[in-house]
T-cell receptor, first 115, second 115 residues
Framework: EPEVTQTPSHQVTQMGQEVILRCVPI?????FYWYRQILGQKVEFLVSFYNNEISEKSEIFDDQFSVERPDGSNFTLKIRSTKLEDSAMYFCASRTGDRVLDEQFFGPGTRLTVL | AQSVSQHNHHVILSEAASLELGCNYSYGGTVNLFWYVQYPGQHLQLLLKYFSGDPLVKGIKGFEAEFIKSKFSFNLRKPSVQWSDTAEYFC?????????????FGAGTRLAVHP
């Protein structure tokens, strides 16, 4: 069964460093998402991506964040200059089609630790 | 602001006990409703979803949920839990007047089932 994959599973970085989190969505999916979950808090929407552009972003997704689909398979989240408060679990999700009730399939997450 | 509330953060049950996890949302318009489950060390997986029609929705693994529009609720139930149901359960909403279908999650309920 196809699934969303994410790499790395755990990333440790120093404050101020750039990180790139990688996701491979399911191959025939058209909509892509990043969510994050700070330890002990809710899963929060960061950004959605469709047709090679951001379709919606949250207040969290400021200028330090960017997303890219550099080729036909990868979907990346870049944090330019990490802060302590960026430490969280980052989930990628994807879905197919344009029906709002289509399921979003989630990856296993990348745990980002900023020291 | 749009939000999803889950009443119980931690629930401990014995096997064969009945389960009901509460979920309320604050949004006046039409919504799609979801329950996701995250087993230890695994992805977020869809348990069930509601978009229209019969307000009693059946999902995988014997779970069901009832949408009560007047109460803005979408409670999850299972008549008899098993040890393998130990997981974290997330209620989520997609407001249909929104953009590209971002999920708004509740804080999650951690369920522990003892044999």
């Amino acid at each position: 069964e196809p699934e969303v994959t994410q790499t790395p599973s755990h990333q440790v970085t120093q404050m101020g460093q750039e990180v790139i989190l990688r996701c491979v969505p399911i191959s025939n999916h058209l909509y892509f998402y990043w969510y994050r979950q700070i330890l002990g808090q809710k899963v929060e929407f960061l950004v959605s991506f469709y047709n090679n552009e951001i379709s919606e972003k949250s207040e969290i997704f400021d200028d330090q964040f960017s997303v890219e689909r550099p080729d036909g398979s990868n979907f990346t989240l870049k944090i330019r200059s990490t802060k302590l408060e960026d430490s969280a679990m980052y989930f990628c999700a994807s879905r197919t089609g344009d029906r709002v009730l289509d399921e979003q399939f989630f990856g296993p997450g990348t745990r980002l630790t900023v020291l | 602001a749009q939000s999803v509330s889950q009443h119980n953060h931690h629930v401990i049950l014995s096997e064969a006990a009945s389960l009901e996890l509460g979920c309320n949302y604050s949004y006046g318009g039409t919504v799609n409703l979801f329950w996701y489950v995250q087993y230890p060390g695994q992805h977020l997986q869809l348990l069930l979803k509601y978009f229209s029609g019969d307000p009693l929705v059946k999902g995988i693994k014997g779970f069901e949920a009832e949408f009560i529009k007047s109460k803005f609720s979408f409670n999850l139930r299972k008549p008899s839990v098993q040890w393998s149901d130990t997981a974290e359960y997330f209620c989520a909403v997609i407001p249909l007047s929104g953009g590209y279908n971002k999920l708004i999650f509740g804080a999650g309920t951690r369920l522990a089932v003892h044999p």
